[in-house]
């Protein structure tokens, strides 16, 4: 799916759906979520996901992909904060609380990754590389039950076109704060909202750091799963 530039207001239409969505009474289990995002907690929020908040105590940002190609390295990140997350949880507690869900997101171009920008200088380095040039999105994502042992691990990838966007707009933008903890150094929402040219192919909500389209049929899996044992 390719959402136009001249759409009127792409994101909140996506939020309009998740808003709905999230109205419905969801059969989808509660998760503990390995990751300090706010936007991931909105997204799950928004589709009715109940959650609570597990430190997986990981710094990817210390860590060297090496040799490993992009998908391999964005779940074998979501994986490592999964089982972090399970070494923190008390595994007497209820069933409720031992479906871990971790995800990272990353940005590939020219087949480099690109993640999350260690300062100022180097998010404006990222910025004016994906100025008027296309990149891919990809997160992914860990599903761990600590009581089972089952597991779920995918990626989901989507494409990402910046548009022309001046020094100036790059200035305020980076003066702002806004692009710290963000791979990429941005939130496409946010950059939608401020009038970025910014086009895009594939669920926004991947683009966002969970890609909550593939997700909720995983988790309805799970749930159905944990249902017959």
């Known amino acids: 799916m390719r959402i136009r530039e001249d759409e009127a207001s792409p994101f909140r239409k996506c939020t309009a759906m998740c808003l709905d969505a999230g109205q419905l009474e969801s059969p989808l289990p509660p998760v503990a979520l390995a990751s300090r995002s706010p936007r991931r907690r909105e997204l799950l929020a928004a589709h009715g996901v109940r959650h609570q908040i597990v430190d997986a105590g990981v710094d990817d940002g210390e860590l060297i992909p090496g040799n490993q190609d992009p998908r391999s390295w964005v779940m074998a990140l979501a994986y490592l904060k999964a089982q972090a997350a399970a070494s923190h949880m008390d595994r007497s507690a209820c069933a409720e609380e031992q479906l871990i869900l971790a995800a990272d997101t990353i940005c590939v171009m020219d087949g480099k990754i690109i993640g999350q920008p260690v300062d100022e200088e180097d998010a404006r380095r990222i910025l004016e590389l ?42 305020t933008y980076l003066a702002s704060g806004q692009w710290r903890g963000k791979a990429g150094a941005y939130n496409l929402s946010e950059r939608l909202e401020a009038g970025w040219p910014i086009t895009f192919e594939g669920d926004p909500t991947s683009i966002m750091g969970l890609p909550m389209g593939v997700l909720t049929t995983r988790l309805a899996r799970f749930a159905r799963s944990a249902a017959c044992d």
Request: glycine share 8%.
């Open 130 to 171: 994906f100025r008027d040039a296309e990149h891919e999105v990809l997160t992914g994502v860990a599903l761990l039950n600590t009581r089972t042992g089952q597991r779920d691990l995918f990626v989901d990838v989507a494409r990402v076109r910046v548009g022309h966007i001046t020094d100036e707009q790059i200035d």
